[in-house]
């Protein structure tokens, strides 16, 4: 039997937190700064879309797709991956697979094409997926290495180390593409017998891939592998859809953990949506005046400075919603950020110009950071007491990916049939308005039906 953990141990929860210190370089620099800019360079010129006319596919609604498929992919194998991780006790081998999974794209990355535009998609839905898969078995060792008293303020604790640390990462990766003399970047390099421009933003991948693979080595090590089963002679597989099964069952027969997980089903499609998004909503829809009076898209610098303001303020958040939910509830705590971003969706479809983005960027960042945090811990404390936290943890994770595939399906086929982006603002605001609803409705107390498991 592997060693176990003790709940409480604070160097467990340090080496806990630090994963989100590693990973969220990718949530950061990949998805939210520096790829979106990137793909916008690499897909337009201008007003032309030179994938449309080369594909037949616009290029803003081919990325959104691609993050739908990795989010898929994923929601259709983690109840298996999570059944075999809690017969097996190895949660943290699946960790340490997805988490070199994801970097290993994020350095792939560097090499995305358009005349290898699918192969370029297929890398970042694969990204999507090791980043995905991996939280799956990290949100898992909530419930173990914390007592549940404990869980909004490790989870708060954790997402405020993400931040932190991408912000960090992401100020590196800026001076790379803003000063490549700095760090002897070329503009452009002849590489595996072709011409490769763009050196610098490809540069950030694989710093990317480097710090989330690199930093994952503290928890990789302090967290153990976790209780095995006694029963040897269960086929894995199997074992897994058995695992499945049951916890499914057991789900069914709660009521407040079921709603809440029905209304974060939800809620969270709007979420996700708006930090996969936001950027190439931003380079299309968001205006300045250049010095010369005219006026032009967002700068880089001027997107890159809401998406630090997000990040930044997404700390604060994080831990002030840990205040609200001790003074009204969690489920209270989360209905007050619906209806903040109800507000912040009417503003982003009102806005145009550049300090206007600035303002939405602090309320997003000041609500997401609450929003996600509480999120978690608050299904941690709705478990019912198991130790199959890997099994329920991975419906909570299934329901986060099926709601990030279906906010970002909805924004590409909006987008594609409209070709107006901000009509997409609408379909996220359903989102939080059903959201709002949803959550409204969660009993204060658990009820277990009386059905057999």
Known sequence: MHPTMQPGDKRTIRAWTMYDWANSSYSLTITSAVFPMFYVALTMDGERDLVLERYGVRAAAAYP?????????????????SGIADHRGN???????????????????AFFTLDRFWLGLATVALACVGFSGSLIFYDAFLPEIAERKDHDRISARGYTMGYIGSVILLILNLAMVMRPDLFGLPERIHLFGRDWGGVPARATFISVALWWAGWAQ???????????????????????????????????????????????????????????????FAKQEVKEVADDGTVVPISDAGLITSILLIQLVAAVGAMLFVRLSKRFGNVRALMIGAGVWIGACAFAYALHWTSQFYILASIVGLVMGGSQALSRSTYAKFLPETEDHASYFSFYDVSYYLGTVLGTAVYGAVYAITGDLRDTVVGIGLFFVLGLFLLWRVPKEERLALQAA
């Not at 797709?65 to 109840?79: E, V």
Request: charged letters at 20%; a positive charge; one cysteine or more.
């Open 218 to 280: 503290i928890p990789l090590r302090r967290l153990p592998l976790g209780r095995r089963s006694d029963d040897h002679g269960v086929n894995v597989l199997t074992n897994g859809y058995r695992e499945l099964r049951k916890t499914w069952n057991e789900l069914r027969r709660t009521t407040r953990l079921k709603s809440y997980l029905g209304a974060y089903f939800v809620f969270n499609a709007g979420i996700q949506t708006v930090m996969y998004l936001a950027a190439n």
């Open 91 to 109: 949660k943290k081998r699946f960790l340490q697979f997805f988490c070199y999974l994801g970097a290993a794209c994020c350095a792939g990355l």
């Open 65 to 81: 797709w691609a993050l739908s498929i990795g989010f898929l992919a994923i929601a259709l194998i983690a109840p298996i991956l």
